[in-house]
């Protein structure tokens, strides 16, 4: 470890604060610190992550993406389906592709954790937890990577939070998610060994070097920054006790103080000897850049150093911590049961069959689509709670069908005046495989559309599925439009609007 070194006379203009690169300057060499400072005098481009959900051919998507909205690209090294976009003339939000969830803006060094996980033997049946999952970036990066086969239950102890949490995941229009409103240190105690995989990313200091819209830099006391490794311990524990043996844990955080990431692995392995291992990442990143081995002069146990301490000038990105734990023997720990509440205790029951046979016959004769064959291929039941229809995911039904969640699957349709109006998630996510009840729209009726404008219709309505299927110029799904009288009637969702 260096001396502690004088900054140079340039970093004192560079956000962020002078006060929190002096807490970092002590782990750097001289070399590295010129680093940091060079990269921190650039700009940090924003990124994106594809939706391989709803496309289907994600090269090829890139290459029109950049031609169409005149982007300037690079590949995020370490995510296969992450670019940072280096030059926009508009900004990225403001795309047709934004909106309707075919990729999510994300930081870049905040793919990393989920890149971590080693899915290349997913269990069948897999059962998945996101600890921490509010606004769910990286809830949406465990479903690309799962191929929406896995159940993920995404949970976040802030109720406030939860709001951004299931308008993301409506958007990625996944159907194998639930949302779940508890502490996370509860999860080991009400589930012992119950998930194979979980991702911890923590709440944190946020002390990365650089604010993102996700990760602003505040201020921090070193009070508040012992109470922080304080809880993430706790929590990483709960997550140890929820993990089946063999199962990993990716630990993640924003922030580049040593407490909060190796401080607290070395917590860890303190606690559990013998039963948890810190995995090698070398792999998996082409430029590691390995944990610490000490800090103010206490050693750290040798595998600490397997986690990925990502500083600014290693990728690029905002600073970022993430290891990869595998739990290799059993850990005891105290046992509670869960908070229970039947399902049709709130009102949802499950479609009969000749409910299903009639809902699968109006939606094969009105869009040649094979509902049927859908059920079968996820593994999905359809709940009804009044007039709303869901895709509910078996796998939840089976393990966790008296937890309360506040969302769970993917929106089906709704039942108007009798008649099934197929959802906007249901048709954003499958409305590809339709042969019929499709309407074309032109370059310059996607304007009006995109803006949540209504569309003029003189086509004869009598024999139309209830909404139609919006598609624009370049083959997109829009979302969905209902015939009346003289117009197509605007059902995207505010959230789909581009204003």
Not at 124 to 138: F, H, V
């Amino acid at each position: 470890m260096s001396k502690k070194k004088k900054l140079k006379p340039e970093i004192l203009t560079i956000d962020p604060s002078t006060a929190m690169l002096e807490r970092f300057i002590p782990l750097l060499s001289t070399a590295e610190l010129e680093l940091l400072q060079l990269e921190l005098s650039k700009p940090l481009y924003p990124s994106l992550r594809i939706n391989p959900l709803k496309v289907s051919d994600p090269q090829n998507a890139m290459v029109n993406w950049t031609k169409r909205y005149g982007w300037g690209t690079q590949p995020v090294p370490y995510c296969n389906l992450g670019h940072w976009i280096t030059a926009s003339p508009q900004p990225i939000s403001k795309t047709v592709e934004h909106s309707l969830g075919h990729y999510y803006i994300q930081d870049a060094a905040s793919m990393l954790p989920v890149e971590l996980f080693d899915f290349s033997h997913l269990p069948q049946n897999a059962l998945i937890l996101d600890m921490a999952a509010s606004p769910g970036g990286k809830t949406t990066h465990l479903i690309s990577k799962t191929a929406d086969k896995a159940l993920v239950l995404a949970n976040d102890s802030s109720r406030d939070r939860l709001t951004a949490l299931r308008i993301v995941l409506q958007n990625w229009n996944s159907g194998h998610t639930a949302i779940t409103n508890y502490p996370g240190e509860y999860f080991g105690a009400w589930y012992p060994e119950m998930f194979d995989y979980i991702l911890l990313d923590a709440p944190c200091s946020m002390q990365g070097l650089r604010a993102t819209d996700a990760h602003p830099l505040r201020p921090i006391t070193q009070k508040e920054i012992n109470a922080l490794a304080q809880r993430q311990a706790k929590l990483l524990e709960s997550a140890l006790l929820a993990l089946k043996v063999g199962g990993q844990v990716v630990y993640s955080t924003c922030t580049l103080t040593p407490e909060e990431d190796e401080g607290v692995l070395q917590s860890i392995l303190e606690r559990f000897p013998g039963a948890v291992c810190i995995d090698p990442l070398d792999q998996l990143l082409a430029n590691p850049s390995p944990g610490l081995t000490q800090y103010q002069g206490q050693p750290y146990h040798r595998m600490v150093r397997h986690a990925a301490r990502l500083w600014p000038h290693s990728f690029g990105t905002a600073g970022f911590f993430a290891a990869r734990l595998t739990k290799t023997g059993s850990i005891q720990g105290k046992h509670k049961d869960p908070p229970l509440r039947a399902l049709h205790l709130t009102g949802w029951y499950p479609l009969e069959d000749a409910a299903i046979r009639k809902l699968v016959n109006a939606i094969d004769t009105g869009y040649a689509i094979d509902l049927e064959a859908l059920l079968e291929q996820h593994n999905w039941e359809i709940w009804q709670y009044k007039d709303n229809l869901y895709l509910f995911p078996r796998l939840f039904l089976d393990h966790f069908s008296e937890l309360p969640v506040q969302s769970l699957g993917l929106a089906l349709g709704e039942f108007s005046a009798e008649e099934l109006q197929l959802s906007h998630e249901f048709i954003s996510r499958f409305g590809g495989l339709a042969q019929s009840g499709l309407h074309h729209i032109t370059e310059d009726e996607l304007i009006l559309w995109m803006r949540g404008e209504d569309l003029s219709y003189r086509t004869e309505i009598t024999a139309l599925p209830p909404v139609l299927i919006m598609v624009d110029p370049y083959g997109r799904i829009v979302g969905r439009g209902k015939p009346t009288a003289g117009r197509l009637r605007n059902l995207l969702p505010k959230r789909a609007l581009i204003h």
